[in-house]
């Protein structure tokens, strides 16, 4: 919601940053509207001024994790060649990312919610992202890179499974090697194409 009347009196984008790292820490309801004036160093009526209510302003810092910190998975999978380099790229640049000391531990789009209309835009949210892998997948399957039997959608579960529970044991304080560890077990799983187990077979 975009704010009328005079111009802010202080720095809207500035607010919304600090707002976005208390639900991260914190989530959805257990952040106060006293705990996010007091890091954004607003009043609350300049918080319903600006953001228009606790909701919007949690969807607006939401958009902005996804196209700040959490823009990595989007990035490996729009730059890479191949739909494995696209998902080994994503779940690295999440073992970093999940684990840097910059920002709250985790995935902000794994916070706690219980409000239920909160919880139900974020799980249409996360859906995205989980489509967005599956249609990488499916690209690689289709370009031959993986057996043409490959369930993409298994396939995407699979690895967003893994991606949660990095996110998990990451707000638990695994560390960045660890995570990467499981990166590396994780990727074991990946279908190979019969010509090149073949021409792998050949080679030893």
């Known amino acids: 919601m975009k704010p009328r009347g005079r111009p802010l009196s202080f720095d809207r984008d500035a607010a919304l940053e600090q707002a ?36 919007h302003l949690f969807m607006e810092a939401i958009e902005r994790y996804n ?6 998975g989007q990035r490996a999978l729009d730059e890479e060649p191949t739909a494995r380099g696209a998902i080994e790229r994503l779940l690295n640049e999440a073992a970093d990312e ?11 789009m794994m916070c706690a919610v219980a409000a239920e209309h909160i919880q139900a835009a974020m799980v249409k949210r996360r859906a995205l992202g989980l489509a967005s892998i599956q249609s990488r997948i499916q690209r690689g399957i289709d370009e031959g890179e993986l057996p043409s039997g490959t369930d993409a959608g298994a396939l995407a579960n699979f690895y967003a499974t893994i991606y949660q529970g990095m996110s998990m044991q990451a707000k638990d304080g695994a560390s960045r090697e660890s995570l ?8 074991r799983s990946w279908p190979v194409a019969a010509e090149k187990r073949n021409a792998t077979a050949s080679a030893r």
């Open 20 to 55: 976005m790292h208390v639900f991260w820490e914190r989530g959805y309801e257990a952040a106060s509207i006293s705990d996010l004036t007091h890091a954004m160093g607003i009043t609350p009526p300049s918080l319903y001024t600006a953001f228009g209510d606790k909701a």
């Open 98 to 108: 999940l684990t840097q000391d910059c920002h709250p531990l985790g995935c902000m």
């Open 67 to 72: 196209a700040g910190p959490g823009g990595f």
């Open 180 to 187: 990467r560890a499981s990166v590396e077990m994780a990727m």
